[in-house]
Nanobody, 124 residues
Framework: QVQVVESGGGLVQAGGSLRLSCLAS????????FGWFRQSPGKEREGVAC???????NYRASLKGRFTISRDNAKTTLYLQMNDLKPEDTAMYYC??????????????????WGQGTQVTVSS
């Protein structure tokens, strides 16, 4: 019933940009907060950015300024604009939905629905 599907990943050179999308269906999009997470081989999944229904957002401190999260409620789509990409940004990127008034990049627990991920690879 509920589907969360990421797209837009790929191979890009360092310094380049990518825009990830996440299309959600089967849920009341406007009532959910959304987050982007990423996971590299051998590492735990970590929060990248999140956004609440009003559009207010939070970011992992080290990424703020390069990454921008946004949402289009009419299209039930979440976005992550990634600029000035670095090799250390290489990871599988996931979007997730949480039925909450606020959001956090510090915990995965509040997020109920998860996509299957889209791979981002940044070459030197």
């Amino acid at each position: 019933q509920v589907q969360v599907v990421e797209s837009g990943g790929g191979l890009v050179q360092a310094g380049g940009s990518l825009r990830l999308s996440c299309l959600a269906s089967g849920l009341l999009f406007d009532e959910y907060a959304f987050g982007w997470f990423r996971q590299s081989p051998g590492k735990e999944r970590e929060g990248v950015a999140c956004i609440v229904r009003s559009g207010a957002s939070n970011y992992r401190a080290s990424l703020k300024g390069r990454f921008t999260i946004s949402r289009d409620n009419a299209k039930t789509t979440l976005y992550l604009q990634m600029n000035d990409l670095k090799p250390e940004d290489t990871a599988m990127y996931y979007c997730a939905a949480a039925l909450a008034s606020g959001c956090s990049v510090l915990s995965k627990n509040p997020y109920t629905y998860w996509g299957q991920g889209t791979q981002v690879t940044v070459s030197s």
